[in-house]
């Protein structure tokens, strides 16, 4: 498992996308590894402490290359979710099917979030 973590820069609370590896190598085809460059040593109050993590700034630049992926792996993850599950999924079915879609949604949100200003892909 991998985590997408974002983070305020004013120690407010950070959140985290967990994805699977699998989905993980599905994200870096596009090119999500690859915005922001390399990750820099930031220092950020985090849980009462200052700590020093490898992050990718939000600016706004970064933000919207992140939007622009996001969007567009959701676009394409529904066209393949619909045409997969097609009018009676189980849930089972349904829950594995819909995976990567509702992973690209949280991540979406949470690069729209502008009490974001960090990206940390571990």
Same mark, same amino acid.
């Given at each position: 498992?991998?985590?997408?973590?974002?983070?305020?820069?004013?120690?407010?609370?950070?959140? #985290?996308?967990? =994805?699977?590896?699998?989905?993980?190598?599905? %994200?870096? !085809?596009?090119?999500? /590894?690859?915005?922001?460059? @390399?990750?820099?040593?930031?220092?950020?109050?985090?849980?009462?402490?200052?700590?020093?993590?490898?992050?990718?700034?939000?600016?706004?630049?970064?933000?919207?290359?992140?939007?622009?992926?996001? #969007?567009?792996? =959701?676009?394409?993850?529904?066209?393949?979710? %619909?045409? !997969?599950?097609?009018? /009676?999924?189980?849930?089972? @079915?349904?829950?594995?099917?819909?995976?990567?879609?509702?992973?690209?949604?949280?991540?979406?949100?949470?690069?729209?979030?502008?009490?974001?200003?960090?990206?940390?892909?571990?």
């Amino acid at each position: 498992m991998f985590d997408i973590s974002f983070y305020s820069a004013n120690g407010e609370p950070s959140d #985290s996308v967990r =994805i699977t590896a699998t989905t993980y190598e599905w %994200l870096a !085809k596009s090119d999500f /590894s690859k915005i922001g460059g @390399e990750s820099i040593d930031t220092e950020i109050y985090l849980d009462e402490e200052n700590v020093i993590l490898p992050l990718v700034e939000l600016n706004q630049h970064i933000r919207q290359q992140f939007k622009k992926i996001f #969007s567009e792996a =959701i676009i394409s993850e529904s066209d393949v979710v %619909l045409t !997969k599950l097609g009018d /009676s999924p189980s849930k089972e @079915e349904y829950q594995s099917g819909t995976y990567r879609l509702r992973k690209m949604l949280e991540l979406l949100k949470c690069v729209e979030n502008e009490n974001y200003q960090y990206l940390q892909r571990i």
